[in-house]
């Protein structure tokens, strides 16, 4: 009997009949990241952008989907939408989230390590997160090796009032 190892992080594709409940989980992660950033605002929603409609549906319905569900021990963990470009070996998270009852217990750069071993003909990883996500800063240069190469400003629709949000843009390169 082959022995079970346990804290290995397992990447489960999505299947399309579970890519509404993938954007609700999601959804649910990024804001309860923003409640955590702007405890001052009762409907934090209204202040910062989390994925819109369009961006879920840009990945979910692509021609060729890369969604993933993260498993810990059986437990679902969190998730993430890839573009993945064999060609030109560049990829892009489109989103990644732990969910936050799995915070500050290191799983997230299992995560990115079980990613980086899922697709090792990636060259160059790219991802944007928004400034003011301190702690999405903090894990991408500290524990994953980004870089910041780019600081832009872009305007969102947050429930039909245009907001202007800057963000930073990451690469890591693979060796």
């Known amino acids: 009997m082959a022995e079970q190892r346990f804290d290995e992080i397992e990447l489960i594709r999505v299947k399309k009949n579970e890519f509404e409940a993938f954007k ?12 955590a950033t702007f405890p001052e605002q ?14 879920y549906n840009e990945s979910l319905y692509s021609d060729n989907p890369h969604i993933y569900y993260f498993y810990l021990n059986g437990r679902n963990i969190g998730g993430a939408m890839f573009e993945i470009d064999k ?11 732990i969910n936050d ?20 003909e990636t060259k160059v990883w790219e991802l944007h997160t928004p400034y003011f996500e301190k702690r999405n800063i903090h894990f991408y240069i500290n524990k994953c090796n980004f870089h910041i190469t780019g600081f832009y400003k872009e305007m969102f629709d947050v429930n039909g ?15």
Do not use: C
């Open 101 to 120: 009852n799995a915070h500050g217990q290191g799983i997230g750069t299992k995560v990115w390590k079980a990613i980086e071993n899922h697709f090792p």
């Open 161 to 175: 009032v245009e907001k202007e949000f800057e963000f930073f843009k990451f690469e890591k390169i693979m060796s």
């Open 24 to 35: 609700k989980q999601s959804s649910l992660s990024f804001l309860k990241g923003l409640q």
């Open 42 to 55: 009762e409907h934090p929603e209204n202040f910062a952008p989390i994925p819109s409609e369009q961006d």
């Open 87 to 97: 060609e030109n070996k560049r990829s892009h998270v489109d989103t990644l989230y």
